[in-house]
């Protein structure tokens, strides 16, 4: 049986959820759904179709930021609370809202893997409805990440079963990264400070470039800068389909900055879309700059998507996900010369 317990979700503040985390329960079934999917239940069915439900559409089906068109960011399934079957619960992202006068206060809980795995389930109980309001406009930045964290997790379980292991030595032999990457990938590119895996499908494309330099100052997280380099390193290395043509960041729409905690590490993401400096190619990228400050050392890990004409919100869910394992090794770990 699974103690329950408070911890404060650090990266959002000061809210409180009731927590009960089991990464290790034995014979949960896989969970179920579509892709960057999340099934919301209800008590009241009328509760979806009126503000609730349109508060809670309008959150999590935002426009994802920097896709040339018009993606949500999950899709929304609802179901009533009475009609939540055996089978419907083993849905791999569930927000269960219930509203129920019996409480005098708000609880948030949040449990993963609680019917099927991987799972995440939150749940809201609020005494009334202007209670869900304000609670969820409060908690609603953790519970995406919260969902977000989950997805990340399905496609590394789904990659882990192909990882590539010659890559990943690579990754930590030459430029001390550990980071999982499946066998779809090859290496297209690699120099001393440079690496550009690439996924090639007949219908899209896929990149991650992994480049590094020394760390100086604070200048290096400045998000002019930060572009700046990713247009120095994709002209010198990333060539487009003609002669002299190479991939550049768009200036269209330029890129969200957020700055965040990346693993335990300071980090800054750019989100946006990418171009063909001489010919017409272009789609998106999510890019993350970081110290790695034993080895004095700024590192920067970067996944774009090419699939003209198409949705492209799962396949930068995708690389977006593998970069999430990245971490750095040991500083006495030997580094092997590029040959």
């Known amino acids: ?91 791999h992202n569930v927000f269960i809202v219930d509203v129920n006068s019996k409480y005098d206060r708000p609880l948030m809980e949040t449990q993963e893997d609680l019917w099927s795995s991987p799972q995440r389930v939150v749940k809201m109980t609020v005494p009334t409805m202007e209670s869900f309001y304000e609670e969820f406009d409060k908690n609603k930045e953790a519970f995406l990440e919260l969902f977000d964290a989950n997805e990340r997790r399905r496609v590394n379980l789904a990659y882990g079963v192909i990882e590539d292991f010659n890559i990943t030595n690579v990754l930590q032999d030459y430029y001390h990264v550990d980071m999982l990457i499946p066998k779809s990938f090859y290496i297209a590119s690699q120099t001393e400070d440079f690496i550009w895996l690439r996924r090639e499908a007949e219908r899209f494309s896929q990149g991650i470039m992994i480049y590094v330099y020394p760390y100086k100052d604070t200048i290096s997280f400045n998000y002019d800068r930060i572009i700046g380099i990713r247009d120095s390193i994709t002209k010198k290395y990333v060539p487009g389909p ?32 990418w171009e063909t400096e001489g010919d017409f190619m272009g789609g998106a990228f ?41 971490d750095f090794t040991e500083v006495d770990r030997q580094t092997a010369a590029i040959k």
């Open 1 to 91: 049986m699974c103690l329950i317990c408070l911890f404060s979700f650090a990266i959002f503040g000061a809210m409180l959820f009731s927590a009960c985390t089991t990464n290790d329960r034995k014979g949960l079934q896989p969970s179920t759904g579509g892709t960057n999917e999340i099934m919301v239940v209800t008590n009241e069915e009328g509760y979806w179709k009126g503000k609730m439900g349109q508060t809670i559409k309008e959150f999590f089906a935002q426009e994802v930021p920097g896709l040339p068109q018009p993606e949500a960011m999950y899709d929304m399934a609802h179901i009533p609370e009475d009609n939540l079957s055996k089978m419907l619960k083993i849905h």
């Open 242 to 273: 003609s002669d002299g043509s190479y991939m550049i960041t768009s200036m269209i729409e330029p890129p969200g900055e957020k700055r965040f905690d990346f693993n335990g590490r300071f980090a800054v993401e750019l989100r946006g879309m």
């Open 286 to 326: 999510v890019n993350y700059t970081m110290v790695d400050e034993p080895r004095n050392r700024v590192v920067t890990i970067d996944g774009y998507v090419y699939n003209p004409s198409q949705d492209k919100r799962d396949l930068v869910r995708q690389v977006e996900s593998l970069i999430y394992t990245a």
